[in-house]
Nanobody, 123 residues
Framework: QVQLVESGGGLVQAGGSLRLSCAAS????????MAWYRQAPGKQRELVAG???????DYGESMKGRFTISRDNAENAVYLQMNSLKPEDTAVYYC?????????????????WGQGTQVTVSS
């Protein structure tokens, strides 16, 4: 059974930095993309950043220039370096791993989620 375990959340002052980590276990396979999402109270879950197995990255608009996503394919791990944090970055951050493959002519897609880690930025 695939498990994603996040770590690195916490409380930080505005302008500070945090580094989130997510390690996947129990998979026995690699993921096409790995990503971070976040959800603030009363808001929808939104994409923070994603990265393909080849290292292509994508970021939410408000994260560009401040956040950096990276991954270690050998370890099935993904990281999120967050700099210049703002109070509006306060949310629960979720790790996501996406697997897509084709077998017998059918494409299968699976999404796996971590339990979330709280990030709180004080003003």
């Amino acid at each position: 059974q695939v498990q994603l375990v996040e770590s690195g959340g916490g409380l930080v002052q505005a302008g500070g930095s945090l580094r989130l980590s997510c390690a996947a276990s129990g998979s026995g396979f690699s993921f096409n993309t790995m990503a971070w999402y976040r959800q603030a109270p009363g808001k929808q879950r939104e994409l923070v950043a994603g990265i393909s197995s080849g290292g292509i990255t994508d970021y939410g608009e408000s994260m560009k220039g401040r956040f950096t996503i990276s991954r270690d394919n050998a370890e099935n791990a993904v990281y999120l370096q967050m700099n210049s944090l703002k109070p509006e970055d306060t949310a629960v951050y979720y790790c996501n791993a996406h697997r897509r493959f084709t077998i017998l002519g059918r494409t299968r897609e699976y999404d796996y989620w971590g339990q979330g880690t709280q990030v709180t930025v004080s003003s």
